[in-house]
């Protein structure tokens, strides 16, 4: 029996007597439950009175190798022991030495230089503000806008939400932020009916280069999400894209930046999301972005860390005597942290050691089989799949594609039908989707599908 004064209610209500709660009306919270969670075993979290919940969205996005994982348990507690921070301006540090050897190796050619920060929207800001201040060092003062992809969402922070587009986020902000220019997003669920995605991002191409056209002698950067733009609603795009992006910023002199915060680390099949886009014959490495951003299962999702990718050449742009005031001069407390880069060094460590990819091949596969029958169900548009990434479209009209009103919450519906039954799915809006840690076994799989199919005939039932 759990002492009372543990229990999840008595905790719940010790948490909303003082917590204020990240992306929520707290309002909600009279009728939907806040779950203490107690511990977390593999892709399972517990509360705290033991009962489980299979995390089916890697805690926003972040877990790669279990909670609690063992392995990554170890090196921070050995890392605790031996040096917690220090500051990361005029010192260094193992940890981060070696991590930044790490990541220049793993990613795409060309990234030599790790700026690193403490979450996604740090990270994003740090980019943003480089690419400015590198055209600025270069005499380009002129270049201070960006252009983002319409749905795409890159963070919170005020310059993060500025290149974002989802409404929900944006809308109330928007007198505070900087005007972006909007490109049409090559999201294929948006495409022209019989359309492939292939010929969606050709098209989509087309209007960038228009758009570059108009703007290039004004903007810094064109950023987006690689494949896959997730709070926009798990929406997917031709690898396509990426390479006729990268050849309109090489032709227009703009920077490309590649949020990979959520699609990096394994989620999209290959390691980075950009490895995917082949230029030419199809069979290059992909193509590699100015600036890389990463984030979230950077740590395995275990401790905030971020870092951001660049070349030597945008680094040489900065590089002079002090007095020529072109330092990078933004900086964050826990910037390098020692913890939270042994526990992205033990992570990375996995992912040499281990056939990560391969594993999740074979799960992503699993899990597009276990989809399939939703395909036919009258409320669901579209099933959609990138690697370990899986989203099904709800909507209230199949035949024309309409979608439910939002007001209608009928994802909470979902959500809360899985909470009654072991798992955790949280849907963006209409939109239900898988992003499982990549130790969930195929049981675990069916389970989070067969409690997702259920919760979606409870949604849709009037
Ligand atoms: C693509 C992308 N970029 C940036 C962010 C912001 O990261 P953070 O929540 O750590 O600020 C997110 C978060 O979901 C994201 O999905």
Redesign the pocket.
């Known amino acids: 029996m759990t002492n009372p004064a543990d229990r999840n209610a008595t905790l719940a209500a010790r948490d909303l007597k003082h917590i204020w709660h990240p992306c929520t009306q707290m309002h909600d919270h009279e009728t939907i439950p806040m779950l203490p969670i107690v511990r977390g075993e593999g892709a399972w979290l517990i509360d705290a009175e033991g009962r489980r919940y299979l995390d089916g969205i890697s805690s ?2 972040t877990n790669l190798f279990g909670h609690a994982n063992p392995r990554i348990a170890a090196a921070l507690a050995e890392q605790a022991r031996t040096l917690e921070h220090v500051i990361f301006a005029g010192f260094t540090h193992p940890p981060a030495i070696e991590l930044a050897e790490e990541l220049v190796r793993i990613t795409p050619p060309g990234l030599d230089k790790v700026f690193f920060a403490d ?6 800001e740090v980019a943003l503000k480089m690419s400015f201040h590198y055209w600025l060092n270069q005499g380009h003062g002129e270049k201070t806008r960006f252009i983002a992809l319409t749905g795409s ?5 005020l310059g ?1 939400l500025s290149v974002s587009d989802v409404a929900l986020y944006r809308k109330t902000y928007a007198p505070l932020l900087l005007t972006p220019i909007l490109a049409p997003s090559p999201d294929a669920y948006e495409g022209e009916p019989g359309e492939t995605p292939a010929q969606v991002a050709a098209r989509r191409l087309d209007e960038l280069r228009a758009l570059l056209e108009r703007h290039a002698h004004e903007t810094c950067a064109v950023i987006v ?1 690689p494949l896959v733009q ?2 926009g609603g798990m929406r997917m795009y031709h690898p396509d894209y990426l390479v006729g992006l990268r050849r309109l910023c090489d032709e227009y002199a703009v920077h490309f930046i590649a ?5 990096g680390f394994g989620r999209t099949g290959t390691l980075f999301a950009c490895e995917q886009a082949c230029p030419g014959s199809g069979r290059g490495a992909g193509v590699s972005p100015d600036f890389m ?1 990463l ?2 299962g950077l740590t395995g999702g275990t401790l ?1 860390l ?1 870092a951001v990718l660049t070349t030597n050449a945008m680094y040489e742009a900065f590089y002079a005597e002090y007095g020529a005031g072109k330092a990078f001069l933004h900086s964050h407390s826990y910037t390098g942290n020692p913890l939270a880069c042994s526990a992205a060094l033990a992570t990375l460590a996995i992912f040499r050691d281990e056939p990560v990819l391969e594993r999740n091949r074979a799960l992503a596969a699993h899990l597009a089989r276990r989809l399939e029958p939703l395909r036919d169900h009258p409320h669901v548009a579209e099933v959609r799949q990138t690697g370990m990434i899986a989203a099904v479209e709800l909507v209230a009209d199949k035949a024309t594609r309409r979608p439910y009103a939002a007001g209608e919450r009928r994802g909470l519906r979902v959500y809360l039908h899985g909470l009654q039954h072991e798992a955790l799915l949280r849907p963006l809006g209409n939109v239900i989707y898988f992003m499982p840690p990549y130790v969930t076994s195929e049981a675990e799989l069916d389970h989070l599908v067969e409690v997702a199919t259920a919760g979606i005939a409870r949604a849709v039932a009037d």
């Open positions: 926003w996005w979450n996604g929207s740090a990270a994003i969402y890159h963070g919170e922070t993060a999400e997730c709070a949020d990979e915060i959520a699609v951003c984030s979230k905030p971020s």
